[in-house]
């Protein structure tokens, strides 16, 4: 079972931002956390990873508290193009085990 | 850099036949690799690990002799999927664990294919 806890679906407007919060209550010292898009009909696409504090690319921010039982990805002044499923992924608690558990994932709906 | 890609993208074949997917590494080495099957509005679903040089490992409910993987190279599996059932329509989607990955868990994710099964 996966770890992570996510929210559905969002739903927002072009040029907001969006912020996207996942629950990790469990998660190990060593683990990253690490969020994924997904567009239909697509595999996924690793959009920032992190393991505390604050993280931040082209793409987006990844703001991580420091008891680490959750994580936000921000996504700044969204566009329709950023319409897609976003997964939030810990690594898997088998120390033993190399792959990663897809939740359910957040569906964002941005709209015009 | 850190690409992934399958090969087909998409593919028709008919009920009984046999059908390979290719997964590769374009320009790091995978040690690992995974495969994934993911049904229309589903979340992606683990089928098995590929690991270079040695058996897969499959989940739980996934039959091996059916969903049959080999990990010839660093940088190639593949998926056949055996006596096809419409059932077996899916999106295949395979990724790839760079070498020496460890507590950051990097993977990469191949675009898909698109199996459909008549």
């Known amino acids: 079972l996966a770890k992570t806890t996510q929210p559905i679906s969002m739903d927002s407007y072009e040029g907001q931002e969006v912020n996207i919060t996942c629950s990790h209550n469990?998660?190990?010292?060593?683990?990253?956390i690490t969020w994924y898009q997904q567009f239909p009909s697509q595999g996924p696409r690793f959009i920032i990873q992190?393991?505390?504090t604050k993280v931040t690319n082209e793409v987006a921010s990844l703001f991580i508290p420091a008891d680490r039982k959750s994580s936000t990805l921000s996504l700044p002044r969204v566009s329709l193009s950023d319409t897609a499923v976003y997964y939030c992924?810990?690594?898997?608690?088998?120390?033993?085990?190399?792959?990663?558990?897809f939740g359910s994932g957040t569906r964002l709906q941005v709209q015009p | 850099g850190a690409v992934v890609s399958q090969h087909p993208s998409w593919v028709i074949c008919k009920s009984g036949t046999s059908v390979k997917i290719e997964c590769r590494s374009l320009?790091?080495?995978?040690?690992?690799m995974f495969w994934y099957r993911q049904f229309p509005k589903q979340s992606l679903m683990l089928m098995a690990t590929?690991?270079?040089?040695?058996?897969?490992?499959?989940e739980q409910g996934v039959e091996k002799d059916k969903f049959l993987i080999n990990h010839a190279s660093l940088t190639l599996s593949t998926l056949t999927v055996t006596s096809a059932h419409p059932e077996d329509s899916s999106f295949y989607i395979c990724?790839?664990?760079?070498?020496?990955?460890?507590?950051?868990?990097?993977?990469?994710f191949g675009p898909g294919t698109r199996l459909t099964v008549t």
């Open positions: 590929s690991n270079e040089g040695s058996k897969a490992t499959y």
């Open positions: 990724s790839a664990e760079p070498t020496g990955t460890d507590y950051s868990y990097e993977q990469y």
């Open positions: 320009d790091f080495q995978a040690t690992t």
């Open positions: 469990n998660i190990a010292t060593n683990d990253y």
């Open positions: 992924l810990t690594p898997p608690a088998d120390t033993g085990r190399r792959a990663l558990t």
């Open positions: 992190g393991y505390k």
